[in-house]
């Protein structure tokens, strides 16, 4: 299938591609790597495919702040907000269902274009240990991620037996989103953990165990549920659950900060990795 890989094999040798992996490989300390067209080319698409799923999530808010607001217009109206409300939320369920495909369609082109470049090696280098998420994510960022999401779905179950409909109605979009959100991030990390590695010798395998320690970091950082009350909660009459949110916002980034400070650089948890035998 030449007439396949040519495109991307042309595109990825690009003087810029080229530059932009030798600045990568010496940002983590490989400097002795020279850059190569299948290091470019894995780099330069998932650069984009970072860029893109970070402008789906921000469209996402966006889509669930106009639901939100289009419901309060209609209630503020009177012209009937409770048949609005049905149908405003199976369009957030159709929302969520197409961000969770969509982020699973970016996966499968970074697979793809991984196996590609995976075909066209003479050889293929593996690893003796099995590159589990203990190994990609550590247990603190994983225990993180999970404790974030369980204390946000916690805190919008809070909000259900309240009698203020603009706090349940809140509510109710923060858990569809939410778990939308967290299906996502299921669907991605499952790719990282699962596609095999794409290396030809051990400069390569350091590089592909750093990619899959970087995308994984991105993957669990919380950004999404962080950003969720703002088109929301804060809209509501109840001090407590605003109150609540803010808190929750900011010992979150606080510990991420000194998970981040605390752990190693994702080089370094890579240099780890291949030196277990």
């Known amino acids: 299938m030449p007439n396949e890989t040519t495109p991307d094999a042309d595109q990825s040798a690009r003087p ?12 983590h300390g490989l400097t002795d790597v020279p850059p190569t067209p299948l290091l470019a080319r ?5 650069w984009r495919a970072r860029l893109a799923s970070q402008i789906l999530l921000a469209a996402f808010i966006i889509a669930i702040a106009l639901i939100y607001v289009g419901e309060r217009s ?21 929302v969520v269902v197409g961000l969770v495909l969509a982020q699973a369609l970016l996966d499968r082109w970074v697979r793809r274009v991984d196996r590609r470049a995976g075909a066209a090696l003479p050889r293929r280098a593996a690893h ?10 550590g247990w603190p960022r994983a225990a993180f991620a999970a404790a974030t999401f369980a204390g946000a ?3 919008a179950i809070g909000a259900l037996a309240t ?31 699962t596609h095999p590695v794409v290396a030809d010798d051990e400069d390569s395998l350091t590089a592909d165990i750093i990619m899959r320690v970087e995308d994984a970091r991105e993957v669990a950082t ?14 509501t009459a109840l001090g407590w659950w605003n109150v609540a949110w ?10 991420l900060a000194l998970i981040t400070m605390s752990t190693a650089r994702s080089s370094a948890a890579a240099r780890h990795a291949t030196s277990v035998r």
């Open 16 to 27: 810029v591609n080229l530059e932009g992996a030798r600045v990568w490989l010496a940002g």
């Open 42 to 46: 894995r780099l330069a698409v998932r």
């Open 74 to 94: 209609a209630g503020a109206a009177g012209d009937g907000s409770g048949a609005y409300r049905n149908w405003s939320l199976l369009l957030l369920t159709a």
């Open 128 to 137: 003796l240990v099995r590159l589990g998420w203990r190994t990609v994510l």
């Open 153 to 155: 779905l916690a805190l």
């Open 163 to 193: 009698r203020d409909s603009t706090a349940r109605y809140a509510a109710v979009i923060l858990l569809i989103a939410l778990c939308g959100v967290a299906a996502g991030v299921v669907v991605q990390l499952r790719h990282i953990l």
């Open 222 to 235: 919380p950004t999404v549920v962080w950003s969720l009350p703002i088109v929301s909660v804060f809209d």
């Open 246 to 255: 803010l808190v929750f916002i900011v010992l979150s980034v606080i510990t």
